[in-house]
């Protein structure tokens, strides 16, 4: 059996430098990037474009962060993300994915590709094993469209019940039993959550390898910023970037001197951060109907379980259990084997039949200290523009990552697109001080195609 559990390397290593010194001036500005998530890598490989010296500092002993790809059963399997969500209508990493001839799998429920969402492709059982029906399932999504204010998820269902009083049983298990539940009672409910097409050959792509280092001090000066890591050494540059996953910044790992301003702070402490993980059983054989989520709705959200089929977008027979909340949580305390049986047993309640997985991979971003959880949330009563505070640099402080995305919160591309904000601000800021503004080339280039068509197929 494989274990999918990151090999963090809170070490300090070495820095990796970007240098295309020849084509600078020895004046040329100088960034850190801290992290190499989707975010970080779009801020570096910006700010390189844009004639800056770029250093990045990663504390694993690889990039793409929460978008980790593992081969281990011979094919790729994503144990972060693998969605791209409302990818035909805005996704800001479209472009990118089109360039590189990359193929799409579409799945249901996106709402711009697959308005008509065809629930056909879900299915959910109660614990007796009997298909729940699909517009039982629909009424939760029809919801979700209606209220844009913030409420809890909790309250949004009870609207449902009002309305539909015969719904009531079914709505409560399956809605707490997906990644509903993962939100319950914390998460304000703006139904902003899309579900687009997919990349079953993963998302590595867009990454490349690399191999590098931290643990840091910050130390904000009027001319710049001086970054100590954890072995002692010290780096200095014009400006930094702060790419870390929000559960980083609250645990406090990285010391800023001066502290932060208490906006920031407050943005910091009140934004929500929540689990999900994928639990991925690999078979012999499929033994599973043709769908592409088989869910298992009860009484109680942990007897609920949720598996994504990757055997209809790879062909390889492969089921993900996708436990979220405190359930995640509470899973992650249990070794691989278990936490794979854990997931086994409740295929078992609906396929009595199946037979056990030959091999699993666990994830575990609430407890990997480089991630410490896996979204960032928006949390009931609390102010609206905490993303935006997040995002707001602090004088030659810029701040990017999923958690920093007013538009695209807890995505690939949203972090994607802050990194390209916050390379942006940062290019700006750096040269009102340099004074030549002809210097550097713009952050988001000129060149970058309008659109290229998206390779998306159906198996
Ligand atoms: C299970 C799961 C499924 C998901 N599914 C999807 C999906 O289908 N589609 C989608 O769009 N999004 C999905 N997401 C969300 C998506 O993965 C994230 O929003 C996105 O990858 C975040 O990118 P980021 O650059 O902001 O952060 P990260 O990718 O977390 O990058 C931050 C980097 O900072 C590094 N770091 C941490 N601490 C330090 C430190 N002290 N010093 C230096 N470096 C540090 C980390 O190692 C990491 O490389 C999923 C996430 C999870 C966990």
């Known amino acids: 059996m ?40 779009a801020a570096a490989r910006a700010l390189h474009d844009a004639s800056f010296q770029v250093i990045v500092l990663e504390s694993r002993n690889r990039i793409g962060g929460r978008v980790r790809t593992d081969y ?24 990118v994915i089109s360039r590189l001839g990359l193929p799409l799998y579409r799945t249901s429920g996106d709402d711009s590709v697959l308005y008509d969402h065809d629930l056909e492709s879900y299915a959910l059982f109660d614990m007796d094993g009997n298909q729940v029906p699909q517009e039982l399932v629909s009424q939760t999504n029809k919801v979700r469209e209606e209220f844009p204010e913030d409420m809890s998820i909790e309250h949004a269902i009870s609207i449902v019940f009002e309305r539909n009083p015969k719904l009531r049983g079914f709505l409560i298990r399956s809605c707490s039993g997906t990644y509903v539940e993962w939100k319950a009672g914390r998460i304000a409910a703006r139904w902003t959550w899309t579900y687009g097409p997919w990349l079953p050959s993963s998302y590595k792509h867009t990454c490349q390898r690399a191999r590098h280092p931290i643990r840091s001090q910050i130390n904000r000066r009027k001319n710049g910023v001086k970054v100590s890591v954890e072995n002692g050494k010290t780096l200095f540059a014009d400006a930094v ?22 906006w920031k702070e407050e943005a910091i402490a009140d934004l929500g951060v929540g689990i999900e993980n994928k639990i991925v059983l690999h078979f012999e ?96 009563g609390k102010p609206h523009d ?9 004088d030659n402080l810029f701040f990017a990552g999923e958690a920093t995305s007013v538009d695209y919160p807890g995505s690939v591309h949203g972090a994607y697109h802050t990194g390209l904000m916050a390379a942006e601000d940062c290019r700006m800021r750096v040269l009102e001080r340099y004074g030549e503004l002809d210097l550097f080339q713009p952050v988001m280039g000129e060149d970058t195609p309008a659109s290229i068509p998206l390779l998306i197929s159906r198996i």
């Open 386 to 394: 905490l993303y935006e505070r997040l995002r707001i640099p602090v």
């Open 72 to 95: 281990s059963f011979g094919f790729p399997v994503d144990l972060g993300a693998s969605w791209l969500h409302g990818v035909c209508k805005e996704n800001p990493l479209a472009p």
């Open 285 to 380: 054989r499929v033994f599973w109907p043709n769908v592409e989520f088989l869910g298992v709705v009860s009484e109680t959200s942990y007897g609920c379980s949720y598996f994504l089929n990757l055997h209809k977008a790879t062909g390889h027979p492969v089921l993900v259990y996708m436990p979220a909340g405190r359930l995640a949580k509470d899973i992650e305390k249990l070794s691989d084997d278990a936490a794979a049986n854990f997931a086994f047993l409740h295929l078992k309640k609906i396929l009595p039949d199946a037979s056990p997985p030959i091999q699993h991979l666990v994830s575990r971003w609430g407890s990997d200290v480089n991630s410490l959880g896996s979204y960032s949330y928006d949390a009931v």
């Open 241 to 262: 970037v702060v790419a870390v996953p929000l559960g980083v910044l609250k645990s406090n790992t990285i010391k800023f001197e001066p502290r932060l301003p208490e």
């Open 2 to 41: 494989g274990s999918g559990g990151d090999k963090s390397n809170p070490q300090l290593k070495q820095a990796i430098c970007y240098s295309n010194v020849e084509a600078r001036r020895s004046t040329s500005p100088s960034v850190i990037v801290i992290g190499g998530g989707f975010a970080g890598i």
